[in-house]
């Protein structure tokens, strides 16, 4: 497609519920990135996959949080055991080289109640 | 390690005069430098970036923003504002090497711009 694709784009779900987000980058991007958006609390970098290499996975906020990236293009966020501080936006955002910008995805609203 | 400082958390001005909004980074290499703009409940969108090249960038809807190395500052300008422009802009840096900008992105906090008629 054109742009990033996220979905869903609204996800309720209970306390200690697991979750997965899923984008859908920019067909060709090498480069995924996955972000955080809270009120109060900016954009958060979660997690960096880059073409074939190790992802970057500095930015989880704990073990409850993976993501991978299957044949270098789709990518799943999954959250396990949901709390109430997971609430937030998700972003997703692709590249082909960073020199020519990066293209966010209009993210996946989580309420955890 | 690299961060990225938004000096004004919210900016008010009037339609028709300039706008400035204040971006200062530090980086341990060369920098690539973005800004990006979101509307309520929008995603970000692309307004301008700097990868090395020329240090007066101009981006779309009018806004420009000057890379000085000196002042390791960033900051974007538009000389007349809109009341479209009323928005939240983030200020973003990332390193760059051979031209190409890799590694996660950085984000400020934030600048709320409230465009008043």
């Known amino acids: 497609g054109a742009g990033v694709s996220q979905s869903p784009s609204n996800k309720v779900t209970e306390k200690g519920k697991d979750v997965e987000l899923r984008c859908d980058p920019i067909s060709g991007h090498t480069a995924l990135y996955w972000y955080r958006q809270s009120l109060g609390q900016g954009l958060e970098f979660l997690i960096y996959?880059?073409?074939?290499?190790?992802?970057?996975k500095s930015g989880l906020p704990s073990d409850r949080f993976s993501a991978e990236r299957t044949g270098g293009s789709v990518s799943t966020l999954t959250i396990q055991r949901t709390q109430q501080e997971d609430s937030a936006v998700y972003l997703c955002?692709?590249?082909?080289?960073?020199?020519?910008?990066?293209?966010f995805g209009s993210g996946t609203r989580l309420t955890v109640v | 390690a690299q961060s990225v400082t938004q000096l004004d958390s919210h900016v008010s001005v009037s339609e028709g005069t300039p706008v400035l909004l204040r971006c200062n980074y530090s980086s341990s290499y060369s920098p690539s430098l973005f800004w990006y703009v979101q509307h309520p409940n929008k995603g970000l969108q692309l307004l301008l970036k700097y990868t090395s090249a020329a240090t007066l960038v101009k981006g779309i809807n009018g806004f420009e923003a000057e890379f000085k190395k000196s002042e390791t500052s960033f900051h974007l300008t538009k000389p007349s504002a809109h009341m479209s422009d009323a928005a939240e802009y983030f200020c973003?840096?990332?390193?760059?090497?051979?031209?190409?900008?890799?590694?996660?992105?950085?984000f400020g906090q934030g600048t709320i711009l409230t465009v008043h008629p």
């Open positions: 973003v840096v990332t390193e760059t090497a051979g031209g190409t900008s890799y590694g996660k992105l950085t």
């Open positions: 955002a692709s590249s082909l080289e960073g020199r020519y910008g990066y293209t």
């Open positions: 996959f880059q073409g074939n290499s190790a992802p970057d």
